[in-house]
C-alpha cells in the first residue's frame, strides 16, 4: 500500500513538473534542478515511472532548445546502460523515439555512431509488437546498415503478427530501392520471400507482397543476362498475373500498379492480356520460374486488362488504365483492340478514369499513329465536351495529333469542336490552337471546310455580330492552318480568309500563343496574302520565322514584304496608343529593341540559335551607342543591356537542353558554367536596379526559367536546394502581382500547377520533370515599359594617395587600416554593404560598412570609411584588393563561408582596388 502511495506521488510529482516545464517565464536554476532531478530517476531504471520520465525530458528539449545537448548525452547513456537488460528493452523503443526527435530539432547534438546494429537488432527482437514496427520504419534515422536492416526485415517477413510482416515487406522494398543490394542470392531470396507472402491471410500483407515482387523482381531481371533476361520478365508478369484476380481491393490495386514498375513482357504475353481466349500465339509458352525450376502457362495472363478494366471499383480501373499506358507503348505490335478498350473506358462513370484513359491515348498517339475508328467517335466526342476542363484539354490535345481517314469523320471532329465552343466559350483560345494543328494534319480536307467556311460566310452576311463570331474564327483558323503543312498551295485559300484572319489578329494570337507571337503571325498572314494574290508559290515554313525577324528590324509601316501595298487600308494594324506616344528617338530605340529580343526568342525556338545570338549581339552594340541626353535614364539603358546580356546567355544555354538529357562531360561543364553566369547575372541585376515594376516579373520569370533548367538538366544532389529556390521565387512572383494587381504569365501559372502536384518531395521523376520542360515554352521575354524612376545602383572606392611608389606603411604581424575614399550612387536606406580585402592566396576578410554613413535620402554619398585589416603577413611588401558589395537579402540559402563576414551572397558595385603596402621596422615605426 506505501508503495503505491509512493508511486501515485511520483506520479504526481512528475505532472506538476510538466507544468513548471512549459512556463516560459520559470528561471533558468529552477530549470536545471528540474534537469538534475529527471536525470536521476532516469538513472534508477524504475519502468514504473520511465515512460513519463522520457516524455517530461522530450517536452523540457522542445522548451529549453539549449539543454538539449545535455538530455540527448543523458538519455543515449542510459539507454547504452540499460538496452540489454530485459526491464531496459521493454523501454528501449521509447528512448530512441525521444533521440530521434532531439536530433531532428538539434542537428548539432551527438550523432547515433554509439548505437551499433548489433545493439539494435537485439532491441528490436526483443521489444514489443508496436515497438518492433516503429524500430523497423524508421531505421535509416539511426544510421543502421543496410545489411543489418535487410536480415531484421528478411526475418520478421516470417513474424506471427501480420503487421509486423507488412512492414518487414515494405522494409525489404526501400532497401532494395536504396540500392547496394545485388548479390544474386540475396535477389532471389526476397523476391522468393514475396511471392511466397503472396499467399499470406492478412489482405495488407498480400499488398505489400506484391510491391516486393515488382521490385525485387525488376533487380532480378537486371541481374540475368541478356538472353535470359526475356524469359525472366515474363515470368515475374506471369507470377503477379496469378493474383490479378485477389478478392481484395487493395492487392488488385498493386498488381496493375506493380504491371507499371515491370514494364515489359514478350509481344505474345501482353497481347494475351487483352484476350480472356488463350491465343494460337500464347499457346504452349511457358517461361521458366529460375527460382522454382519450374515453368509459369502464360495463359496465366489472359484477360487481365479486361477484367481490369471491368473491376468494379474504381481505384482499380484506374491503376488497370495507368499501367495499361506503361506497357503499350513498349508494344512493337500494339494491336487495334488495345486501342478500342481505351475508348470503352472514355464511358466510365468517373472522371479519374476516364482522364487516365485520355492521357494513355494522348500518349500513344504521341509515339505512333493513332487510329479513331468511327464507332468510338462519338465517345471521343463526348469527352471533348465533358464537364471537367481537364478532360476537355485531354481530348483537344488527342485532336492535335489524330489523323482520321475520311472527309466524313473530320466534319465530324470539327461540329464537337465547334460544339464544344459554344457550350464552353472561355475554352475558345485553346479550342483555336487545336483547330490549328488539327488543319494542318487534315490538308485534304481543307477543300470541304473553305466551302462550309464561304456558306457561313453567306448565312450570316446580314448580321454584323454574327458575322465575326465565334464560328467563323473556326473555320478561318483550320484554313489558314494549311499553309505551314507545306502540303497545299496558298492559292487554293481565298485571299479574302487571310484578310478577315487579320481583323481578328488580337483573338488568333491568344490561341497560338505557344506557337507564335502576335508580330510573327501578323508577318505570316501579310505574307499568305502577297502569296496568294501572286504567283501561287508554295509557302515555306522558315518564312514565318525570317519575317517576323525582318519586321522587327525594320519599318513597321512600309515594309515592302510584310505588308504590301495591295493590302487594304483597313486591313494594316492600327498602332496602339504606346507607340504613337513614343516621340523621342532613343525611347524607340529602346522598344523597337525589345521587338528584337521578341524575334531573336522566336528564332531560337525553331532551332536558329545562331541567328538569334547574332541578333542579340546587335542589339547590344545599339543599345552602347545610345546616349542618355532624352527621356531615357541612365538606369534604363544599364537596365537594357543586363537584360539583353541575359537573354543572350540563354541562348547559349538553350541547345543544351533541346535533346538528350546525357551529355558528355565537356558539354556538361560548359552547361554548368552558362548556367553559373546565367544565376550571377540575374542575382546582379535584382540587387543593382532600384524601382523595378514591371521589369521586376520578367527578372523574377529568369529566375523561375533558370530553376527549372537545372532540375531538368543536372543531377539529383541540385534539385532539394534548387527546388526551394524555385518555390521561394514563384511566392515573391505571386505576392509581387498581388500588390500591383497584376495579372500572372501563363508560364507562371503552369509553374505553380507543377509546384502543387510535385509537392514538398526533393525525388522528381523523370515524367515530372518531362512535365517541367513544357513550361519552358510557354516562357517568352513579353514587352515591357521601362519604370521612369529605374535606377542603376553603383559605387566608387579610391585609397587617397596610394600606388605602387607611394605604398602605406604596415609592421609585420600587425593590423594596418585603410584609408577609403568611398562614392555611392543611388544605394538605398536598408542596402547592407560590405568591405571585401583579399590577398593573393585567395584569403579574404569582410568589413560591414556602418548604415550611417549612408544614411539619406541624397542620390549621391561621400564619405571617410577606415577599414583595419587583419595581421599583416611577414614581407617586405604585398598588394591587397578592395572592393563594395551589397548583400543580397532576397537570396533564402545563406552562405555561411565566413563567420564573421556576410550571410547572404555579395553582388559587387565596383570594380576591385589594389592598395600596396611596404614594410617598416618596428623601431622605426615608434
Not at 514498375?261 to 517461361?287: D, F, M, R, Y
Not at 508580330?519 to 505574307?527: E, I, N, Q
Request: aromatic fraction near 8%; include cysteine.
Amino acid at each position: 500500500m506505501e508503495e503505491d502511495d509512493s508511486v501515485s506521488l511520483t506520479l504526481h510529482t512528475l505532472s506538476s513538473i510538466r507544468s513548471i516545464i512549459i512556463n516560459a517565464h520559470t528561471p533558468l536554476p529552477v530549470i536545471s534542478s528540474i534537469f538534475d532531478f529527471l536525470t536521476r530517476l532516469l538513472s534508477q531504471n524504475n519502468s514504473t515511472i520511465l515512460h513519463h520520465v522520457l516524455k517530461l525530458l522530450s517536452d523540457l528539449s522542445l522548451s529549453r532548445n539549449e539543454l538539449s545537448p545535455q538530455i540527448f548525452d543523458s538519455i543515449l547513456s542510459n539507454f547504452l546502460q540499460t538496452s540489454t537488460s530485459s526491464d531496459g528493452i521493454r523501454v528501449a523503443g521509447e528512448s530512441l523515439a525521444v533521440l530521434a526527435s532531439i536530433s531532428e530539432r538539434n542537428p548539432n547534438v551527438a550523432a547515433f555512431s554509439r548505437i551499433d546494429g548489433e545493439v539494435f537488432a537485439s532491441i528490436c527482437i526483443g521489444a514489443d509488437v508496436a515497438s518492433r514496427m516503429w524500430m523497423i520504419r524508421n531505421a535509416e534515422r539511426f544510421n543502421v546498415p543496410s545489411s543489418v536492416v535487410f536480415t531484421l526485415c528478411f526475418g520478421f517477413t516470417k513474424d506471427p503478427y501480420p503487421f509486423v510482416r507488412k512492414v518487414a515487406i515494405d522494409g525489404l522494398v526501400c532497401v532494395c530501392e536504396s540500392g547496394g543490394f545485388d548479390h544474386v542470392s540475396a535477389v532471389k531470396g526476397c523476391y522468393a520471400r514475396a511471392v511466397e507472402l503472396l499467399g499470406d491471410a492478412e489482405d495488407s500483407v498480400r499488398a505489400s507482397a506484391v510491391r516486393a515482387v515488382s521490385v525485387w523482381g525488376k533487380v532480378l531481371i537486371a541481374s540475368k543476362e541478356e538472353s535470359n533476361r526475356r524469359e525472366c520478365s515474363d515470368a515475374v508478369f506471369l507470377q503477379l498475373c496469378s493474383v490479378v484476380r485477389d478478392m481484395s481491393v487493395d492487392v488488385r490495386v498493386e498488381v496493375f500498379k506493380a504491371f507499371g514498375v515491370i514494364g515489359t513482357a514478350s509481344e505474345s504475353i501482353i497481347l494475351q492480356t487483352l484476350s480472356k481466349k488463350v491465343l494460337k500465339a500464347g499457346k504452349g509458352k511457358k517461361p521458366q520460374d529460375h527460382l522454382s525450376n519450374e515453368f509459369v502457362d502464360a495463359a496465366a495472363a489472359a484477360g487481365v486488362f479486361i477484367h481490369g478494366f471491368e473491376d468494379e471499383f474504381y481505384e482499380v480501373r484506374e491503376a488497370a488504365v495507368d499501367s495499361f499506358h506503361s506497357l503499350s507503348v513498349n508494344s512493337i505490335e500494339f494491336p487495334d483492340e488495345a486501342v478500342c478498350l481505351l475508348m470503352d473506358m472514355l464511358y466510365d462513370d468517373y472522371m479519374v478514369v476516364r482522364l487516365k484513359a485520355l492521357e494513355a491515348l494522348h500518349h500513344i498517339a504521341d509515339v505512333r499513329n493513332l487510329k479513331i475508328q468511327e464507332t468510338y467517335l462519338p465517345a471521343f466526342l463526348d469527352a471533348i465536351i465533358d464537364t471537367s476542363e481537364n478532360i476537355r484539354l485531354t481530348a483537344r490535345n488527342i485532336l492535335k495529333l489524330a489523323k482520321l481517314p475520311d472527309l466524313k469523320l473530320v466534319n465530324k471532329c470539327v461540329d464537337g469542336v465547334l460544339k464544344s465552343l459554344e457550350m464552353y466559350p472561355q475554352d475558345e483560345p485553346n479550342i483555336l490552337s487545336t483547330l490549328f494543328q488539327f488543319g494542318q494534319n487534315h490538308t485534304n480536307s481543307l477543300v470541304s471546310i473553305i466551302k462550309r467556311f464561304n456558306e457561313k460566310l453567306e448565312t450570316d452576311s446580314g448580321n454584323r455580330c454574327d458575322f465575326i463570331s465565334r464560328q467563323v474564327s473556326a473555320f478561318l483558323m483550320v484554313i489558314i492552318s494549311a499553309p505551314l503543312s507545306n502540303k497545299q498551295s496558298v492559292t487554293s485559300i481565298p485571299p479574302l480568309a487571310f484578310s478577315y484572319s487579320l481583323a481578328m489578329l488580337g483573338k488568333f494570337s491568344c490561341g497560338l500563343h505557344d506557337m507564335m507571337d502576335q508580330d510573327t503571325l501578323l508577318a505570316y498572314l501579310a505574307h499568305c496574302i502577297t502569296l496568294s494574290a501572286s504567283s501561287g508559290t508554295e509557302f515555306n515554313k522558315a518564312d514565318m520565322f525570317l519575317n517576323a525577324y525582318r519586321r522587327s528590324t525594320s519599318d513597321h509601316s512600309e515594309d515592302p514584304v510584310l505588308l504590301p501595298r495591295n493590302i487594304p487600308a483597313e486591313s494594316k494594324p492600327m498602332a496602339s496608343v504606346a507607340e504613337l506616344e513614343i516621340r523621342d528617338p532613343a525611347l524607340n530605340s529602346v522598344c523597337h529593341i525589345q521587338l528584337r529580343v521578341k524575334a531573336a526568342w522566336l528564332l531560337l525556338k525553331s532551332e536558329c540559335s545562331n541567328e538569334a545570338f547574332r541578333a542579340l549581339r546587335a542589339c547590344k552594340q545599339e543599345l552602347a551607342t545610345l546616349t542618355a541626353n532624352s527621356s531615357v535614364s541612365n538606369g534604363a539603358l544599364e537596365f537594357m543591356c543586363q537584360y539583353v546580356h541575359l537573354i543572350e546567355i540563354l541562348t547559349q544555354v538553350w541547345p543544351h537542353f533541346e535533346y538528350s538529357r546525357h551529355t558528355s562531360t565537356c558539354r556538361s561543364v560548359e552547361v554548368e558554367l552558362l548556367m553559373e553566369e546565367l544565376d550571377l547575372n540575374l542575382m546582379e541585376i535584382r540587387c543593382r536596379f532600384t524601382g523595378l515594376s514591371t521589369e521586376l516579373s520578367l527578372v523574377m520569370e529568369l529566375v523561375i526559367l533558370s530553376c527549372l533548367l537545372r532540375l531538368y538538366k543536372f543531377e539529383i544532389c541540385y534539385r532539394l536546394s534548387c527546388k526551394k529556390k524555385l518555390s521561394s521565387t514563384v511566392s515573391q512572383l505571386e505576392l509581387h502581382h498581388e500588390q500591383q494587381c497584376t495579372k500572372p504569365s501563363d508560364f507562371l501559372t503552369e509553374t505553380t500547377k507543377s509546384l502543387q502536384e510535385i509537392g514538398s518531395s526533393a525525388d522528381i521523376s523523370c515524367c515530372r520533370l518531362l512535365d517541367l520542360i513544357k513550361k519552358f515554352n510557354c516562357f517568352s521575354p513579353e514587352q515591357f515599359t521601362l519604370s521612369t524612376n529605374l535606377k542603376c545602383v553603383s559605387a566608387e572606392l579610391e585609397v587617397p594617395g596610394n600606388g605602387p611608389y607611394h605604398p602605406i606603411s604596415f609592421v609585420a604581424g600587425l593590423p594596418v587600416a585603410i584609408p577609403c575614399e568611398i562614392k555611392l550612387l543611388n544605394v538605398p536606406r536598408d542596402a547592407r554593404l560590405w568591405l571585401r580585402i583579399s590577398r593573393s592566396d585567395d584569403t579574404c576578410q569582410f568589413v560591414y560598412i556602418d548604415p550611417n554613413l549612408y544614411s539619406g535620402d541624397e542620390r549621391e554619398k561621400r564619405f571617410m570609411f577606415t577599414a583595419v585589416t587583419c595581421k599583416t603577413p611577414r614581407a617586405v611588401v604585398f598588394t591587397l584588393r578592395v572592393s563594395i558589395g551589397v548583400e543580397c537579402l532576397f537570396e533564402d540559402v545563406c552562405s555561411g563561408k565566413h563567420r564573421y563576414g556576410p550571410k547572404h551572397p555579395l553582388v559587387y558595385l565596383c570594380k576591385q582596388r589594389e592598395v600596396h603596402f611596404s614594410f617598416v621596422s618596428r623601431t622605426k615605426a615608434l
